[in-house]
């Protein structure tokens, strides 16, 4: 190819002496030692795990860069149609570990640090989380990322840099992940776009244009995160912006004297991305966040416009080569965002606008809880974005003015569908927004899919506009970097490790089941995973669990519509058991130690008493001596993506019992099943197709069905019964919350109280289902055989929920793309 910069020669003899043979010890130790003496300007002699990890890691990112580079340079050229994955949460955990994995270089870089005298595992407990989200829609997002890099699929992820991610429920100590020097991330002072927020409008005459001045300004500044794909020289890009003052600091006010004024609009700028919004499902309603998703949207937006009109081509053919998927509502504002780029600055007129536009963006809803759907009181979105609100005023005009021909007179449709939602104030409705301005909407499961179009979205689109795409997670992370021994059997089992790109192949282990002495290399693969995790709870927590009990999971933000609860209280009941049993009855009760993990938001404060009562009970039940090795409860504080990792291969049931109709999805119950753990669950979101791949016989399925859930809780808040006709097991429990077994009893009151009133999530009326579901699984765990069997037949059905199948998916029927894989030389 043409070589712009110099001597051609020079240059690529170069970059051939940078390269480093993925099984070339001595080289990976070269680069090591070379980022410890030069980048970190350390000591051999001194080196401590730390440092030996940061110099390892800037000697992988190196690899990465330069396949990072190839890639970039390639789609280039091709100038390929690319998916831009906008996600306000990015929920990536380590690097290093899946790093050397999609390298293929775990083995050398294990060599190489062990000769330079430290053991990689130390070395890869030393990084920090990536905690860059809050849960299942953050950490789906950075599923997504990899399984795009490893189809090959031309794609970038934007979203922001958060310099504190979520707090912790224990300590509600911010966790500044950023503190250290980060070696996953590229900053890009040179792309940096101007973002302004408030200001006036001026109309232009006779035209759709207006001039938007004034305000405040700053700059948004990329940072690069390249994610390599599992086994292909293709790595995509995560662009995240931070906010940064336009100037340095204010030198008049300098000048005269004022040091606090010349520097307060350069921390003023810094603060809009400082902190991740600790919430899950739940709208928080601030300006802040407002500023945030702007500064975020509008940055990527010039960015990516900016590469497209580098190929010199019409406005009408951006839909060609562009597409966005919006993760949730909270990029909506980049719809209006675009209008106004092509109406304002290009000059487009605003039908043609219009159509670029709704053949660009596609929109997936990952909630219909009403308190999680995102609506913007319009005099704060006024003030912060005038003209967006003029344009969002045309939209929903022409919008409104279709549905009034095809429904001429129905003023209550008209009202129900406005973008814009009357009373004092006024609301924005972000969802119908972004529905209005997609060419597609989908949900996250089969039955969540099938619920917005029959209930929450119902007047908003004609069939054709609604999909499903059933989430997914990837096994690379989910089963070959936290299982290696379960993924080292089903490679020597299957003769390949195809199966890491193509997971159907899994199924055809399926008869494994069926084999004693498969099924006891697989049961002694779980002992093991079961036994690590003893070790870290016994380190970190001092707690002591047997592993021939039966571990239960449920592992996921703290809600009430995902009724930890109903866990919690059939852990009391069981206590309660327990406690009066007599010698030949317990002789009879399975060993349980029950596992929680989970945070809840700051300001959530029944989820918090629920957090409360949990360790509460804990410290009862595992110290009572009556109780002795039958039962253990755990609540593991901090969750994390690394915590999952340790977790999830050591669970034998996954907990999943949201009340039907409330969990979109979920994405533990398929880390967990591809695991082996058995679906102890309720028939909500995924659960539902987990059940039918898994076979029924092999999960435990519970409570009411979503279809049913309306009834039972008009009848909850209407026609009440007492909790001791609703379950009288349920009442005996709360009787001894209430008498203080777990402590001061009225603590709880708030909490019980919502089930004794409303149980607006059927608590009680599930409780006696769930019961009756955890005596089948203890019975299940008498026959060894039997159980290893339903697991290894979980664990190999669960191969459509792996992220390669569902980023697939949304390429043929959303995207339109293809793979654009770089050559291997
Ligand atoms: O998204 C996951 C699903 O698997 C879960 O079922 C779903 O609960 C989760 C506002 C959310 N839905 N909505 C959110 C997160 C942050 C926020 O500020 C809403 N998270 C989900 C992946 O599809």
């Given at each position: ?41 350390r ?39 690319r ?55 953050g ?22 840099r ?15 992940w ?35 001045s ?22 995509a ?119 670029i ?11 219909v ?19 967006h ?55 996250v499961a ?157 300001g ?17 039940v ?37 009340t ?74 709360f009787?001894?919350?209430?008498a203080?077994?777990?402590g ?11 089930i ?23 019975e ?46």
């Amino acid at each position: 190819d043409e070589w712009t910069v110099g001597d051609a020669q020079t240059w690529k003899t170069a970059i051939e002496a940078e390269q480093v043979d993925k099984d070339d010890v001595q080289g990976v130790a070269n680069t090591v030692v070379r980022h410890v003496t030069t980048t970190l300007a350390r000591q051999a002699g001194n080196l401590d795990e730390l440092g030996a990890y940061q110099a390892t890691a800037l000697s992988v990112r190196d690899q990465l860069l330069k396949r990072w580079n190839e890639t970039t340079s390639y789609h280039t050229k091709n100038a390929p149609k690319r998916v831009y994955y906008l996600s306000i949460e990015w929920l990536m955990g380590r690097t290093l570990d899946n790093a050397v994995l999609n390298l293929d270089m775990r083995n050398t870089y294990e060599s190489a640090t062990q000769k330079l005298g430290f053991n990689f595992e130390d070395l890869l407990n030393e990084e920090r989380d990536a905690a860059l989200g809050n849960g299942g829609l953050g950490r789906l997002a950075a599923c997504y990322i990899d399984s795009m890099a490893t189809l090959n699929l031309p794609g970038w992820g934007y979203g922001l840099r958060q310099l504190i991610s979520s707090t912790g429920e224990q300590l509600e100590a911010p966790d500044p992940w950023l503190d250290r020097e980060n070696p996953w991330e590229i900053p890009r002072l040179d792309v940096s776009y101007p973002i302004r927020f408030y200001g006036r409008v001026e109309a232009i005459p006779n035209s759709s244009r207006a001039i938007w001045s004034g305000g405040n300004e700053c700059l948004a500044v990329a940072y690069d995160v390249p994610i390599p794909g599992f086994a292909t020289k293709n790595t995509a890009n995560l662009r995240l912006w931070a906010a940064r003052p336009i100037q340095g600091f204010d030198l008049n006010s300098f000048n005269a004297g004022n040091y606090e004024a010349s520097v307060a609009s350069s921390s003023d700028a810094e603060n809009i991305t400082r902190v991740l919004y600790p919430n899950d499902n739940m709208y928080a309603g601030k300006e802040l966040r407002l500023k945030q998703q702007y500064l975020w949207c509008s940055a990527s937006l010039q960015d990516i416009l900016r590469r497209y009109q580098k190929l010199n081509l019409p406005w009408d053919q951006l839909p060609d080569y562009v597409v966005i998927q919006m993760n949730d509502t909270h990029p909506t504002i980049s719809i209006v965002e675009l209008m106004r780029i092509l109406i304002d600055e290009e000059e487009v007129p605003y039908d043609v606008a219009w159509g670029i536009t709704t053949k660009v963006f596609a929109y997936t809803n990952h909630t219909v809880l009403p308190e999680a759907l995102e609506k913007w009181p319009l005099p704060l979105f006024e003030n912060l974005l005038p003209r967006h609100l003029q344009i969002i005023y045309t939209i929903n005009m022409n919008f409104l003015n279709e549905v009034a021909k095809r429904f001429p007179g129905d003023m209550d449709r008209i009202r129900r569908m406005s973008i814009i939602e009357e009373g004092t104030p006024k609301f924005v409705r972000m969802a119908h927004l972004a529905i209005v301005g997609s060419f597609k909407v989908n949900g996250v499961a089969a039955l969540h899919s099938q619920l917005l179009q029959s209930t929450i979205f119902r007047d908003l689109k004609g069939r054709d506009g609604f999909t499903n795409v059933t989430n997914g997670v990837t096994p690379r992370r989910w089963l070959l970097q936290c299982n290696p021994r379960l993924a080292q059997l089903i490679t020597d089992t299957l003769g390949s490790e195809h199966w890491l790109v193509n997971l159907k192949q899994i199924s055809q282990l399926l008869p494994m089941a069926d084999n004693a002495e498969f099924r006891h290399a697989f049961r002694e693969i779980k002992i093991e995973n079961k036994a690590r995790l003893a070790d870290v709870l016994h380190s970190e927590l001092g707690l002591s669990v047997d592993v021939d009990s039966i571990f239960t999971c449920q592992i996921k933000r703290l809600h009430e519509y995902k009724r930890q609860t109903l866990n919690l209280f059939g852990i009391i009941h069981r206590y309660l058991r327990i406690k009066k049993a007599t010698p030949q009855e317990r002789k009879k009760i399975a060993k349980h130690t029950a596992i929680f993990a989970g945070k809840a938001a700051p300001g959530y404060y029944i989820a918090k008493l629920v957090i409360r009562l949990i360790v509460n009970v804990a410290k009862i039940v595992n110290h009572d001596p009556d109780v002795g090795d039958l039962l253990r409860v755990v609540f593991i504080p901090d969750y994390s993506v690394s915590v999952a990792e340790v977790l999830i291969p050591a669970a034998d049931v996954s907990v999943q019992i949201s009340t039907a109709g409330t969990e979109a999805s979920g994405t533990s119950n398929m880390k967990l099943g591809l695991n082996g753990a058995l679906l102890l669950g309720t028939v909500d979101g995924a659960n539902v197709e987990i059940a039918e791949d898994v076979g029924e016989d092999n999960a435990f399925l519970l409570g009411h069905l979503a279809a049913d859930v309306e009834a039972v809780r008009y009848s909850n808040s209407y026609n009440p019964t007492s909790l001791e006709e609703r379950s009288p097991e349920l009442a005996a429990v709360f009787k001894a919350i209430e008498a203080g077994t777990f402590g001061d009893g009225h603590v709880y009151e708030p909490l019980l109280k919502t089930i004794y009133d409303h149980d607006y999530y059927l608590v009680s009326n599930d409780f006696g289902s769930y019961l009756a579901a955890e005596n089948l699984v203890d019975e299940l765990w008498a026959d060894q055989e039997e159980w290893t069997k339903k697991s290894i037949r979980t664990a190999f059905a669960m191969g459509s929920f792996t992220s390669d199948r569902s980023v697939q998916d949304y390429a043929d029927s959303i995207w339109s793309i293809e793979p654009d894989p770089v050559p291997e030389n």
